[in-house]
């Protein structure tokens, strides 16, 4: 999930025809009538914003899949990606990644709640791993919503390469993928949740950090817990999210940290089950690593 400084902003992603809205809400069978009005190379788009922005959202996510490509080339089957499904060069329909995007809040929070109910409050997308779809709201401003639909396409594409990513590096990175930003040449990854960093170093400095060694095993109920923390005014949730961020973003900017990013990465993508990707995160990334590790981590908290 996204998670915008102290709220939650995530959200579910499908749409059906808008009749479906109100008379079917079992998410399973209404995901056959996913009404696609538009189609790029990797991307079904559906929605109700009109053909000219989802033109531009189909645009704007090819440019973060050739960003999540880069990053997660070992891991992309070209048998997956680049072999014609159809004959015509096209991967076959049931590989591109569903996503629906509503032009109102009210929109949004119709679908969602008629499915998830109280879930889809207060948030702006989300993905469904058991659908495998993704749903936002474009009613914020282009900068968010492109921040949301950033961060959630990502655990989209991650829940198909690593299906059992531990949640530290499945936020932490999604939120890292989140804050890019486009341009007509691209993505540019030229600003960063400044947000994040400031709440690691007055958690820090507060000497509240959570152990790293405890946090690269949270589990979904300790990961995003709301429970408080002594002398901060931050939750759980909040610290975890800010501490996984920045802790991807300074192993991405270390070359010997992100080849061993690399190399966990890889072989998690073999784990069966969370309990096996558990035992990998703690060969991987040992207690020993990890305290050698802390120094540096702050240090690029603090530039």
């Keep these: 999930m996204t998670r915008w400084r102290r709220d939650r902003s995530c959200v579910l992603c499908l749409f059906v025809t808008c009749s479906a809205l109100g008379q079917s809400r079992d998410l399973h069978s209404d995901v056959t009538k996913f009404n696609v009005r538009r189609k790029t190379e990797h991307y079904a788009l559906a929605g109700t914003v009109s053909d000219t922005k989802l033109t531009e959202f189909g645009q704007v996510l090819e440019y973060i899949h050739r960003a999540y490509a880069r990053g997660f080339s070992e891991l992309i089957k070209k048998a997956d990606e680049e072999k014609p499904g159809n004959g015509a060069g096209e991967p076959s329909e049931d590989r591109r990644f569903k996503v629906t995007i ?19 409050e207060h948030t702006a997308g989300m993905y469904v791993p058991a659908v495998k779809l993704l749903m936002i709201s474009a009613a914020g401003s282009k900068e ?135 035992f990998i995160t703690r060969r991987h990334y040992t207690d020993g690593l990890l305290a050698a590790m802390v120094g540096e981590w702050l240090k690029f908290v603090h530039r």
Aim: net charge negative.
């Design 144 to 278: 968010k919503t492109h921040r949301v639909l950033f961060h959630e396409a990502f655990h989209q594409f991650m829940h198909r390469h690593i299906p059992n990513a531990p949640l530290w590096v499945n936020e932490g990175l999604a939120t890292y993928y989140g804050a890019a930003r486009p341009t007509r040449r691209g993505l540019a990854f030229d600003q960063r949740d400044d947000g994040y960093f400031q709440i690691v170093r007055e958690v820090a400095s507060a000497r509240q950090l959570i152990p790293l060694h405890k946090l690269i095993i949270s589990d979904p109920a300790e990961f995003y817990s709301h429970l408080g923390i002594d002398d901060i005014p931050y939750d759980w949730a909040t610290v975890s999210y800010a501490q996984s961020y920045t802790l991807c973003a300074y192993m991405l900017s270390e070359p010997n940290a992100r080849q061993h990013l690399r190399k966990y990465l890889r072989a998690l993508a073999e784990a069966d089950s969370s309990k096996e990707a558990s």
């Design 102 to 120: 509503f032009e109102t809040a009210a929109q949004y929070q119709e679908f969602g709640q008629a499915y998830f109910g109280e879930r889809a």
